[in-house]
């Protein structure tokens, strides 16, 4: 069974940087894509972007990118999100995701397995 933990959000003030951490457990964590989202408040989820089982490929969504950047340690079978020059727009609750078969990139909507997500908050 997949268990994803995320940690690392908090309160932070425009124009501030975070790193958020997930870690991985109960597949090869090397084998497999990971995925990055948000949902602010009254918004539906959104994905923010993600990142090749290798850590070769990333991809990210518009309204993050050259501010975030996603990286992974296959040997701590850790994803990492390091956001900087945040903005009162990225709040939110943001969430790991794991592909739902090795060697595989989904799209936005090809994630299955989930983390409990943590909290960030930009201040204006």
């Known amino acids: 069974q997949v268990q994803l933990v995320e940690s690392g959000g908090g309160l932070v003030q425009a124009g501030g940087s975070l790193r958020l951490s997930c870690a991985a457990s109960g597949r090869t964590f090397s084998n497999y894509a990971m995925g990055w989202f948000r949902q602010g408040p009254g918004k539906e989820r959104e994905f923010v972007g993600r990142i090749s089982w290798s850590g070769v490929s990333t991809v990210y969504a518009d309204s993050v990118k050259s501010r975030f950047t996603i990286s992974r340690d296959n040997a701590k079978n850790t994803v990492y999100l390091q956001m900087n020059s945040l903005k009162p727009e990225d709040t939110g609750v943001y969430y790991c995701?794991?592909?739902?078969?090795?060697?595989?990139?989904?799209?936005?909507?090809?994630?299955?397995?989930w983390g409990q997500g943590t909290q960030v908050t930009v201040s204006s």
């Open positions: 995701a794991m592909a739902p078969r090795p060697r595989l990139i989904p799209g936005p909507t090809g994630f299955d397995s």
